[in-house]
Structure formats: C-alpha cells, structure tokens
C-alpha cells in the first residue's frame, strides 16, 4: 500500500497528525479509523487492517485523536465529545481533498465514536466496530480512585502509562445514549468482537447487536484477545471488512 502523511484542524482547532493508506491501483472507496482509547494511529492492527483494506482496493485514513500520538493538544482537555467531532472533522477532510468517506471503522472505545460520529456524516454507507463498548461509560472503571486537583486534572495510569486526565472527560462519558442512538443508525452495521476478550466482554457485542436495526452482521474473532495482536486475527477482520463495505460503497 501507498501510505502519505497528511494532517489537518481537529474538533479544538489543535492539528491533527494522519496517515493515509491507499491501493496501488484503483480506490474503491475511502474509510475512516477510529483507534482505541489512549492508543494511537500506529497500533498493530490498525497497521494490519490497513494493508489488508488497500489490497483489495479500500483507502483507509487513521489518525491520532487530539492530544494523543503525534496531534497536538492536550489529552486532558478532550472528551469523548470531542473525539466525535475529530472524526467529522477527518471526514470533511477525506471529502474536500480526496472522497468522502463510505465505511467508518472503530475499535473498542473507538468503536463507540463511529456509532456516534455516523449520525453527522452523510456519506457513510456503513459501520463497523471492533471489540467495542456497548456504552461508552465502560471504561470508567479506568479511572476510578483519580485524585483531580483543582483544575479537575488528574494523573492516572492506563496500560501502565500515565497520562493527565480532566474531570469533564468523565462526566461527558455519561451523556451519550448509545441504545438510542445505535437504534437510529438505519445503516449497516458489522460487530466484530472475541469471545475471550478480557477487556471489553462479549456481552457488549451482544447488546450492540440487540439495539441495531437490520442489516446487521456479528463476526466472533475466536481465541482473539482485545488488541487483535494476532496478524492473523486482523487480515480476517480487514478481508471480510473488504468484502462487506464494498457491498454498500457506491
């Protein structure tokens, strides 16, 4: 694949730093990733889903939320409001400079951002998410016991790395109804997620795949574990991801 690093203003103004993947030969149609909760554009299986994507013919535009990787900002001034708007605001970036994007794809908190940042994209035809929350409150457990100063800042450690978080990132968490808006998506919908995922639990596929309207599709990654560390894991998700969207991309 053709990867070129581009960038361009995130939801707060900051600039968000991107990688775009693209075939050797013709594009098909562009897609959109959403990264896990503090991880970055550059994980394993992102990397792995991207080549997969552009060997059948998809482009794929990844890129670090604010405040994370190499975008600018501040991690402790986010919310999970705002990562929805990066991803409206990668999206009209695809659509000014290259296509609109067709197919969003999440991975687990990200997973929760594509179901919502759908709602404000026009031309997404579908959704996919990977080991994702059914809410995005799940991860809330993270942070419990976070001693937030006065500015409602706190150190915490996720995955064994610190990282400075605000108070507004939690309490933000708590007002997104996600069985509603699931319910509205009228789109297609893929739900992949392992049955021995020991982060995000295989309930919250279910639950997902209870509050969507059809067409929707459950695909059980197996003996996967949360990060689809596997390369195996993550060719099956971009191959059958490939083979879905590109019934629905004009």
């Not at 991860?139 to 500015?151: P, V």
């Amino acid at each position: 694949m053709k990867t070129e690093k581009v960038s361009f203003p995130g939801a707060t103004g900051q600039t968000i730093a991107a990688l775009l993947d693209r075939p050797d030969g013709e594009t098909i149609g562009y897609c959109l990733f959403a990264h896990c909760f503090t991880c970055t554009k550059n994980l394993n299986v992102i990397v792995n889903i991207a080549r997969q994507l552009t060997g059948e013919g998809l482009a794929l535009l990844r890129f670090d939320f604010t405040g994370l990787g190499q975008s600018e900002g501040e991690f402790a001034q986010t919310t999970f409001t705002t990562n929805t708007l990066d991803l409206v605001a990668a999206a009209e970036f695809l659509k000014e400079n290259y296509a609109a994007p067709s197919a969003l794809i999440g991975h687990s908190l990200g997973g929760a951002a594509v179901l919502s940042a759908a709602h404000q994209i026009p031309s997404v035809r579908c959704v996919a998410t990977i080991g994702a929350p059914a809410d995005p409150t799940h991860i809330k457990h993270l942070l419990e016991g976070a001693d937030y100063d006065e500015a409602g800042i706190a150190d915490v450690k996720i995955g064994g790395r610190p990282f400075r978080i605000g108070k507004e990132f939690v309490d933000d968490l708590e007002s997104h109804d996600s069985a509603e808006r699931i319910a509205k998506l009228k789109i297609p919908i893929m739900i992949f997620h392992s049955p021995v995922d020991t982060v995000v639990g295989i309930e919250n596929a279910e639950w997902i795949y209870h509050a969507a309207k059809h067409p929707k599709s459950f695909v059980s990654l197996g003996g996967a574990d949360h990060l689809v560390s596997d390369a195996r894991d993550a060719a099956l998700v971009g191959h059958v991801l490939s083979a879905w969207a590109s019934r629905y991309i004009e």
